[in-house]
Nanobody, 123 residues
């Protein structure tokens, strides 16, 4: 059974950093498309950063390029998102998701989701 558990969210001031972690079980994240998504109030869920299942390449949304870094530890079956230079517009619930057939970072192609972790960027 696929399970994803996120951790690491919280309240941070603009310009600060947070590191999100996703602990996966029931599958090998190395073989699946796995990534991070976020949903702000009143907005659609959007892909933030993902690993491709085909070649392990990474995708970043334009809004986070140069600030966020996705990484994974295959031995521990975890995927992390290092978020630097955070902005108020990064405030959202962040979700870890995975799917063997996930496409890019398109949310509707991912079938397994964690419960989400709140990230709030505010002074």
């Amino acid at each position: 059974q696929v399970q994803l558990v996120e951790s690491g969210g919280g309240l941070v001031q603009p310009g600060g950093s947070l590191r999100l972690s996703c602990a996966a079980s029931g599958f090998s994240s190395y073989h699946y498309a796995t990534g991070w998504f976020r949903q702000a109030p009143g907005k659609e869920r959007e892909g933030v950063s993902c690993f491709s299942s085909s070649d392990g390449s990474t995708y970043y949304a334009d809004s986070v390029k140069g600030r966020f870094t996705i990484s994974r530890d295959n031995a521990k079956n975890t995927v992390a998102l290092q978020m630097n230079s955070l902005k108020p517009e990064d405030t959202a619930v962040y979700y870890c998701a995975t799917d063997l057939y996930g496409v890019g970072c398109q949310a509707d192609s991912f079938g397994y989701w964690g419960q989400g972790t709140q990230v709030t960027v505010s002074s």
